[in-house]
């Protein structure tokens, strides 16, 4: 019963009750559509709901952090149990499209995604879209802070390193989550791959614990840390709820990943798959996560408005990242592994 439970809260399923005559302005698709979502509850429930209303298909989501459902669709390779993956950083979206986990489709949305991302659209875009974008940097909670003594508040990742900050920092773990994947591939990208670990080593003396990213954050509004790592947008959802928190953007430059959108090889409702990926490029869709979920990463659609919170991304001048490589399976099995061998394992 436990069981059932639990697996019937974390589905939600949006049943289409509606009449043909009120359904008389949608495409008339019809049968059924199972998401993995790897964003907020709040914004998988919504886009499902409005998904399945508009278009008359029984949609259903089941929510893990990104790299939760890579690990999802690598145990259920031969029997895939999902059609669409929604969201997650883009990096393990890639990894999975290597690993030949994906199905292949260019929706011509793509042409209405920012022209700044179009060299990786025509690289990579056969098998993922990118769907929004996302600034990464810290959450410190101020309260915290005057209850430490700590005037000043970190302002570059070295600053982390501070021994008034032992144990007061919380950073999700990589093996379930995106973010600090995309915290890794940032240190390497700003000190090589040698001093982003010895770096990653002398922060885990400051870091209490790693879990899976959404409890980072809501341990950091409750002040059960000082500080955390990740998407700065989560941080100003935070604040609007009453929370202490303010986000920092690091002093050695903006770094940043991007949503991905995904068909899953051996989808057994592709058709309606292909019509979720183009709904989901759209200006209607993409600005559903702040309009009405509170949640305010950047939409990448040219014409989507974005929310007054959330980072303009033309004050931005963000890092490099070279998502050939960390997009490949292998680099990412190895440095996730080479966190646990070299981190995790030895706290
Ligand atoms: N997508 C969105 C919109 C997010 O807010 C986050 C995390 O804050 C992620 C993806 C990455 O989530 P995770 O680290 O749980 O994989």
Redesign the pocket.
Known sequence: MNFLNKNLSKIYTALCLGSATLLSNAVHAEGKLTIYC???STTCEKITQTFSKKYNVQTQFVRN???ATLSKLKAEQNNPQADVWY???IELHYQAADLGLLSPYRSPKQAETMPQFKALLDKKGDLTSIL?M?VLGFGVNTEKFAELGIKDYPKCWKDLLDPRLKGQIQV?DPQL???TYTAIVTLIELLGEEKAFEYLKQLDANVSQYMK??QVTSNLARGESAVSV??V??YATEKENGAPVEAILPCEGDSYSL?GLSIIKGARNLDNAKLFVDWALSKEAQEIPWREAG?Y?IPTNVDATASPKSVDPKTLKPINIDFERFGSAEEGKRLVNKWVQEIKLKK
Do not use: D, K
């Open positions: 790897s964003v907020q952090s990104t790299g969201g997650g950083t929004y996302l999700p989550s995106g973010t990213s959404n990740g998407f947008h989560s949503g949640v990463q």
